[in-house]
């Protein structure tokens, strides 16, 4: 077929949606050789409404099989985030002594007496790998009435005590719960209140382990609402600390905000569970939108893309430990090699080594040496009436991305802005990004610094600039791949 997703704005090496609407990723695990993501999905529509679960699955986290709808809603409400583990032995009783998924989700309805709005969470099991589900007839396995916003269950194997735990988002905070069949849950502790960022409602949080220096942390991500006294909107934050299988407990001071991505757009991400020891990845991916604008981006027949897989670890810094995000090896199979550059380039201001190529779908891994104070960078979808900067402050120490010109931004007030993150540079500069049809990620210094950002430039800006404002600065190397389509047959 020849227009297939190659409407306008269609990423083409970001997973979608075929039509319609998507928001949340959820239930994200490996299984039997095959990585599979669900999605909070409206099949009527390209807005927001009664939320089903959409799924596609993939044996490299890049080309993905779309699959028919997993989850409906039913009596119970809509069938709002959540997240799937493998059952291995049958704790459940769901699965005759063998194995099975279960997904633990939230059930958005009302009470069926009181007719009064209720979140609870509930489950469902699957025997064919996750092909088709039949919904627990014990529904729901835990309800909280005291509470309205109480959702988005992440279940965890806790290996030490051999039980499951659910962290789960309830308002201004998260709250912990075990059980050893997911039917009955056990509250633990909860975590929160004061701690972190409170601009916005908390949602979809994930609890793991990751090493460090020879011992290990637990990272608890929660990602927090729009709320439109602030202009960023909705964006995501993460706790390290240490979780004993009861509570969990932030090393970090509580008023110490640690934000995952400094772009606008990598909302309510989570990881995958069951990925193999050997393997040892914890593979994450995030809504690529913003509730602030998420429902009135220009695109046509889809609403919303994933962010890239990534792959998280952790760093120590003089600050602290913080997490590292790469984009998973895997996506490097799309590379198309444009150019490679492997010496010493000092830039010049008015002159772009990059002036004859064109494209739109693209990586570029950039290395630089800052001689002198500098303002500098790559402009990208570039055309006379539209660019979008990601530029180099040295002054400031700071690495931004300009999308004031980059396109489209008159769908919503706020969507035109600057966005920024403090980079220190001690020697060099490495910039690597991912440039689709309307979005940017950057990932600066091997991902220690991460920028995720959407824009919707027209089809003709398809130029790329390598400038420099004023200052002094050396190009050490330089690598651009055009990146093939994942929907290409
Ligand atoms: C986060 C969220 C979740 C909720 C889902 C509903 O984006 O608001 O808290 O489960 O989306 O679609």
């Given at each position: 077929p020849t227009n297939f997703f190659n409407e306008k704005y269609r990423p083409q090496f970001h997973f979608t949606p075929i039509k319609n609407w998507m928001n949340d990723p959820n239930g994200m695990v490996y299984f039997q050789g095959e990585y599979h993501l669900f999605y909070q999905h409206h099949p009527e529509s390209t807005v927001w409404g009664p939320m089903h679960w959409g799924h596609a699955v993939s044996s490299d986290m890049v080309h993905w099989e779309h699959l028919p709808i997993a989850l409906f809603p039913d009596e119970n409400g809509y069938i709002f985030s959540g997240s799937i583990v493998v059952d291995t032995w049958d704790s459940s009783g769901f699965f005759d002594g063998g194995e099975g998924l279960v997904a633990i989700f939230t059930h958005a309805g009302e009470h069926p007496d009181t007719k009064t709005p209720r979140q609870v969470q509930s489950l469902a099991y699957s025997t064919d790998k996750g092909r088709t589900w039949t919904k627990y007839e014990g529904n729901p396995v835990l309800e909280d009435t005291s509470i309205a916003d109480f959702r988005d269950p992440k279940v965890i194997w806790y290996e030490k005590e051999s039980k499951w735990i659910m962290v789960l988002s309830a308002g201004n905070h998260v709250r912990f719960y075990s059980s050893s069949d997911m039917k009955s849950w056990r509250f633990e502790s909860s975590f929160g209140e004061k701690e972190g960022s409170h601009l916005g409602v908390w949602e979809c949080p994930d609890l793991f382990q990751l090493p460090i220096e020879g011992g290990h942390r637990w990272v608890l991500i929660v990602s927090i609402g729009d709320d439109p006294a602030y202009t960023e909107g909705s964006r995501t934050q993460y706790f390290i600390g240490d979780f004993d299988g009861k509570m969990f407990t932030n090393e970090n001071d509580s008023e110490k905000v640690l934000w995952l991505d400094f772009g606008r757009d990598n909302y309510a991400g989570v990881t995958w569970s069951n990925v193999p020891k050997e393997d040892g990845r914890r593979l994450f991916i995030g809504w690529m939108s913003n509730w602030k604008y998420a429902n009135q981006v220009p695109t046509e027949t889809w609403r919303s893309a994933m962010t890239l897989p990534r792959s998280l670890t952790l760093n120590s810094t003089r600050e602290g430990i913080r997490l590292v995000q790469t984009p998973v090896q895997e996506i490097s199979a799309l590379r198309k090699p444009i150019t490679s550059i492997q010496r010493t380039i000092t830039l010049i201001p008015g002159?772009?080594?990059?002036?004859d190529i064109k494209t739109k779908t693209f990586e570029l891994k950039a290395c630089f040496k800052i001689k002198e104070a500098a303002v500098f960078g790559i402009k990208v979808h570039q055309s006379k009436e539209e660019e979008t900067i990601i530029g180099y402050d040295s002054d400031r120490s700071v690495l931004y991305v300009d999308r004031r010109r980059s396109g489209d931004k008159t769908f919503h007030n706020e969507f035109s802005c600057v966005q920024e993150m403090e980079v220190f540079i001690e020697d060099q500069f490495a910039l690597q990004i991912f440039v689709d049809t309307s979005s940017v990620e950057v990932f600066a210094n091997d991902g220690k610094h991460v920028l995720t950002s959407l824009i919707f430039p027209r089809e003709e800006s398809n130029g790329l600039e390598l400038f420099l404002d004023h200052g002094a600065v050396d190009l050490k190397s330089l690598d651009l791949f055009d990146y093939q389509s994942i929907w290409a047959i």
């Open positions: 002159e772009n080594i990059l002036k």
